[in-house]
Structures are given as structure tokens and as C-alpha cells.
């Protein structure tokens, strides 16, 4: 090959070279840019090239424990729990990959699985066996921060609204085990029964299992957004979360490490917590008199202690239009927030966030025209619990209790008691109807 055949070979080397990094930087563009309902769609077909496959479906921590979002072949998309993500989100170390088959409704699948650095998980169903697992992985690193930034701008009444209904998913938790329960005491029922022989038992516990699924699948999906992180955990990802922030930032993010025996994080608080961080630094990284930042977790038992110190002029306060985001977030966690300025030092922030959700309210707005036993009724389901313990605990019938929810379901306006409950707790305070 003569020079001028090999140069022309580069150019059209280079040339080619470009196009492709040209592609590979519009088809990101277009799955940044687009709305969260259609970022999986996006994504899939953004991969496929790199790893062809029949689903995708990512898990990414927000306020309410988990988002999870899917496109492809719905026996995939619908067909693997939330339990199962959960588990593989666990497994997995952040930044890292692996294949392997999971259980769905239809039957196990291969997957490719992807951890990103700020621990949202990606799966994909079914894949070939290309080489670019790395490639997919630097590429949902990207697309997973722009999820979280999804999740992160969410309006403060959405973490509200998780910390409302934390009693509510502990509610649906007992019942989850209640169905599990149950299913097992009738399996062992039909097996052990002396009135039926071998073939009717089997053909009776298999259809005892089947039934069982059904009940215990949909009961699951009600909790399938409770999670808690462990405190060192939660700190972790908050670490994973700001290095992108500072990492080309003259500035020095020091972390003191929160005690390792401290009181696992509501999802709601875990990630609350470390948004309220987030948007501090954010709101400190642009400052050119600020090199210095100081971030300690601590956890008392009852309250997550948050706090922040800089080493800039002294000037922020908690009036600051830069931090008007955070102080909106901690109040919507039922959180404390305070400011120390010292001219010439710098400024610390402590935050208290308690752990537990609020208890529910004595009173109810006077629109919702409720009778005194509507409003006890009222405060016991938004506190978590039962139909059976309401009629307990007021010495009335279950049946009544149903009657008195639905008349109070019907005047709030609410489909159920996760809704009752995030509506009653955005309220302010008044007197129910003598």
C-alpha cells in the first residue's frame, strides 16, 4: 500500500471513528433529554446495538423506597419482582456487572445485570454475547445521575407525602405475611388431611399454591416500594453521589463516617437525607471562597443528626435563596433545620430528621364536615392501624369500621389509605363537626 493509499485508509478510519462517537453522543443526548416515562424505551433501543435484548428494566432509590421503570417484552417487564431487583441490587457492588439467570412469573431468564456508581440497578433480558458489558455500564453510570436527578427535583411535598404513608406500608407488610401465613397453614391442611389420598391432596395443594400466588403476588406489589438502608450504607451512596460534584471542583469534601451500629434508614429519610446534603454542596461547590467542606452522619436512635460545615465567609443563612430547596425538603420530612455563621469562619448546618413517621393528626380540616367517630376512625387508620384493631380499640364492629371508612374515603376525596393519609397529614389542623 503506497503513503497516499495508508493516508487515505486513516482518514476514512478517523472519519468512521467520528461518526460512531458522533451516534453514540446523540443517542445520549436523546435518552437525557427525555421525559422519565420514556427514558426506558430510550435506553433500550440506545443499547440494543451494544447488547440486543427482549427487556430492560432499571430499579433507582427515591423517596418512596424505589422508581422502577421497564420497556420490552412485558412477561420480563411485569414478570420480576420487585423483590427479586432488590435482591440483585444488594448483591451487586456499585460499578460492577455480572450475567446470570433470575426467577420470573414465566420462568427463569439470562440477564445482564449493571450496578451503577450511585447504586441504581440496570437488568436486561435476554442478551447476546457481546463484548461491551463495560461500555453499558460507563453509559448507565450517566443515565442513572440523570434518573436521580429525576427523583432528586421531585417537589418536597413527595417526600411528604413517603414519610405520610410509611405506616401505610408498614400495614401492608403484616398483611403480606398474613397471606404467606395463610397459605402455608391451608398447604399443610390439605397435605396432612386424613379425608383425602395422595393424588386429592396433591391436586388440592397444588391448587391451594396457585390460588396462594395470585394472593401473595398482589400483596406484594403494595410493599414493594418499603425498603430501609443501613446507616452506613445510605453514607455511602451519599459519597458515590458527590464525587461527579466536586470531582472537577476545587474543593475538599471531608466525610466523618456515622457509628455502624446506628438505626437503619427509612428509604423516604435515606434518601431525603441525602438530597438535603446534596443541594448544600451544590450550593456551596460554585463559590470561589469555599475550599472546604465537612459532612457528618450520626444517629441518636430516634433522629438521623445531619451536619454540614464549610470554611467559607460566614454569609449563608437559612434565608438563602440557595438553600431555599433544602430547608422546603427537611420541613417536608417533619425534619429540624439550623444555621451557626461565625464572619470569617465559615458556616455549620445541623439538621435533625426523626426516623419514625408523624403520628397522626387530633384534629381534621373542618371542609371534610367529619362526625367525631369518622375523625377517630380517621386517626387510627392514618396511624397504621386495621379494620380489626380500629373495631378493638373503639368496641365496635368490623363491619361499622368498613362503613365509617368508606363515608370517610368518599368526603376526603380518596381511593385509599395511603391517600387518606397523605391528605389528612398535608392538612393543617381543625375541629370535626360536634
Not at 456508581?117 to 435476554?126: I, M, Q, R, S, Y
Not at 445510605?234 to 455502624?260: M, S, T
Not at 363491619?399 to 363515608?407: L, S
Request: overall charge negative.
Amino acid at each position: 500500500m503506497s503513503p497516499a493509499q495508508g493516508g487515505a485508509f486513516d482518514d476514512e478510519r478517523v472519519g468512521l471513528e467520528r461518526s460512531d462517537l458522533s451516534g453514540t453522543l446523540r443517542g445520549v443526548a436523546e435518552v437525557l433529554t427525555a421525559p422519565p416515562t420514556l427514558i426506558p424505551q430510550r435506553l433500550s433501543l440506545f443499547l440494543t446495538p451494544l447488547i440486543s435484548h427482549s427487556a430492560l428494566v432499571y430499579l433507582v432509590a427515591d423517596a418512596a423506597g424505589a422508581q422502577r421503570g421497564g420497556a420490552g417484552a412485558a412477561s420480563f417487564v411485569d414478570g420480576v419482582s420487585f423483590l427479586a431487583l432488590d435482591e440483585l441490587r444488594r448483591m451487586l457492588g456499585p460499578g460492577h456487572t455480572r450475567r446470570g439467570r433470575i426467577a420470573t412469573i414465566a420462568g427463569e431468564v439470562d440477564t445482564f445485570q449493571a450496578l451503577s456508581t450511585n447504586g441504581a440497578l440496570l437488568v436486561l433480558a435476554e442478551p447476546d454475547d457481546s463484548q461491551s458489558d463495560a461500555a453499558v455500564l460507563e453509559l448507565w453510570n450517566i443515565v442513572a445521575l440523570r434518573v436521580q436527578e429525576f427523583a432528586d427535583a421531585a417537589p418536597p411535598d413527595y417526600l411528604q407525602r413517603a414519610r405520610a404513608t410509611s405506616s401505610v406500608r408498614m400495614e401492608a407488610l403484616t398483611e403480606l405475611a398474613d397471606e404467606y401465613s395463610t397459605t402455608l397453614e391451608s398447604l399443610l391442611a390439605a397435605l396432612r388431611s386424613a379425608t383425602l389420598d395422595d393424588r386429592s391432596a396433591r391436586r388440592t395443594a397444588t391448587q391451594l399454591a396457585a390460588e396462594g400466588m395470585v394472593h401473595l403476588r398482589t400483596a406484594s406489589d403494595r410493599v414493594r416500594t418499603f425498603t430501609e438502608e443501613p446507616v452506613t450504607t445510605a453514607f455511602e451512596r451519599l459519597r458515590d453521589d458527590l464525587r461527579p460534584l466536586v470531582r472537577y471542583r476545587d474543593i475538599d469534601v471531608q466525610f466523618v463516617e456515622p457509628p455502624i451500629d446506628g438505626r437503619a434508614l427509612p428509604s423516604e429519610i435515606a434518601h431525603g437525607a441525602r438530597a438535603v446534603v446534596r443541594g448544600s454542596i451544590l450550593a456551596l461547590v460554585d463559590r470561589h471562597d469555599v475550599s472546604r467542606v465537612r459532612v457528618q452522619w450520626d444517629c441518636d436512635g430516634t433522629n438521623l443528626l445531619i451536619n454540614v460545615r464549610d470554611d467559607g465567609p460566614g454569609d449563608l443563612s437559612e434565608e438563602s435563596v440557595q438553600l431555599r430547596l433544602v430547608r422546603q425538603r427537611v420541613v417536608a420530612l417533619n425534619g429540624r433545620l439550623s444555621f451557626e455563621a461565625t464572619p470569617g469562619w465559615g458556616t455549620e448546618m445541623s439538621v435533625v430528621m426523626p426516623l419514625d413517621p408523624p403520628t397522626a393528626l387530633g384534629a381534621t380540616p373542618a371542609a371534610w364536615d367529619l362526625r367525631p367517630r369518622e375523625a377517630e376512625v380517621l386517626g387510627l387508620l392514618i396511624a397504621g392501624q386495621r379494620n380489626r384493631e380500629i373495631a378493638a380499640n373503639l368496641g365496635i364492629s368490623e363491619n361499622t369500621v368498613k362503613f365509617h371508612v368508606a363515608k370517610i374515603f368518599r368526603k376526603l376525596g380518596v381511593s385509599g389509605r395511603a391517600e387518606a393519609t397523605a391528605v389528612v397529614l398535608a392538612h393543617g389542623p381543625a375541629v370535626p363537626r360536634d
